[in-house]
């Protein structure tokens, strides 16, 4: 068994997601959750705060873009197939709303409290990512 | 300062995504590829930003103030109720279907082309329609 140079990357960068998260939790006093960052500024429900959201929403749109130049290739490799990724946005806008959560809030944030709601919305989307991998690669072949 | 600090987690929080590969589409669907070539970078992500977060919620909890003066967040009532399922149950399903989640679709929007921008624009339309949405899905259970 080897070990891939991905995971490493994979564990470091994760590491730094984690840092991002205790930083607006201890600091701002906020869970750092991607889709109710968003959320609150799109339906209204989160206007009263709506500098902090957009300055995180700032932050994170504008500043990866400078680390790409260090990296020989960044692709986000997404499907060609418009109709698939139009479909996906509908599907996770309206899932992490009902859900009040994704792969941050209750991913990264939920488990790391040991809440019951992260790790049961975790478990969830895992296993509708997984079979919807299996139909729409595998059986359908649409991406 | 609010906002200079969440601006800092936003950064670090894309950085962090980038650096793990999570804008790479096919790395998320190679997480979710269990039938396929499985790729478990994702979990290394996933370790290594529970890590740090996990530290920062022992210091919350105890602290109950964050440093700026706003109330750490209360545990939600462990309830798991009709809305997270169906909603992560979706988000899964679009997930899988596109390899983005909300925080990666944003930190990639800078060097991700027209599709990563459509991705953008379906998943805020998503969100708009979540709240009739979930009205809908309450008005069909009583009924």
Known sequence: MTIDPDWIWGLFGGLIIGSAAALYLLVNGRIMGASGIVGGLVDGSGWSTWRERLSFIVGLVAIPPFFVPFYSEVNTNLTGNLWAVIAAGLLVGVGTRLANGCTSGHGVCGISRLSPRGMAATGFYLLAGGVSVLLFKHILGVV | ?143
């Open chain 2, 1 to 143: 300062m609010r906002n200079v600090f969440s601006f800092l987690s936003g950064a670090l929080f894309g950085t962090g995504l980038l650096v793990s590969g999570m804008v790479d589409t096919t790395k998320v669907q190679g997480w979710l590829d269990v039938f396929g070539a499985w790729d478990p970078t994702l979990a290394f992500v996933l370790g290594g930003a529970i890590l740090p977060m996990a530290i920062a919620w022992r210091i919350a909890e105890r602290r109950k103030v964050a440093v700026l003066g706003t109330a750490i967040p209360e545990r939600a009532a462990p309830k798991v109720g009709r809305n997270l399922i169906i909603g992560s149950l979706m988000f899964g399903a679009g997930w899988g279907l596109a390899g983005l989640c909300p925080g990666p679709a944003l930190a990639s929007i800078g060097f991700g082309g027209v599709g990563g921008a459509v991705f953008l624009v379906s998943m805020i339309a998503g969100m708009l329609a979540a709240p009739p949405i979930s009205q809908g899905i309450d008005r069909v259970a009583r009924a």
